[in-house]
């Protein structure tokens, strides 16, 4: 099991900036396969972004693209979203899951076997 822990959330105004980090343990972080996720009040959680074991290849949702950009540093065992001109729908508890089989990224939440516990993203607008 992959200990996952957030941080960097917090509450900016609209069109402002925040980056996200995500520290993993295990000398096998640097193989997995790592994703972000969200979830809105009241909403089913949703697919963010996701990167492969070598920084290499990126996966994104549509509503993102252009804004937020994820990546890793594999020396620290961390993964990072970097998240940019931030809307009021982008409000939610942001996730980072790890998938302990090297492949591409993935966009599905069962593909994902360890999950953090989540770090709170307020856009005031």
């Known amino acids: 099991q992959v200990h996952l822990v957030e941080s960097g959330g917090g509450l900016v105004q609209a069109g402002g900036s925040l980056r996200l980090s995500c520290a993993g343990t295990?000398?096998?972080?640097?193989?997995?396969?790592m994703g972000w996720f969200r979830q809105a009040p009241g909403k089913e959680r949703q697919f963010v972004a996701s990167?492969?074991?070598?920084?290499?290849?990126?996966l994104y949702v549509d509503s993102v693209k252009g804004r937020f950009t994820i990546s890793r540093d594999n020396a620290k065992n961390t993964v990072y979203l970097q998240m940019n001109s931030l809307k009021s729908e982008d409000t939610a508890v942001y996730y980072c899951a790890a998938n302990r089989t090297p492949g591409p990224p993935k966009e599905r939440g069962d593909d994902y076997d360890d999950w953090g516990q989540g770090t709170q993203v307020t856009v005031s607008s």
């Open positions: 990167i492969n074991w070598s920084g290499g290849s990126t």
């Open positions: 295990g000398r096998a972080f640097r193989f997995y396969t």
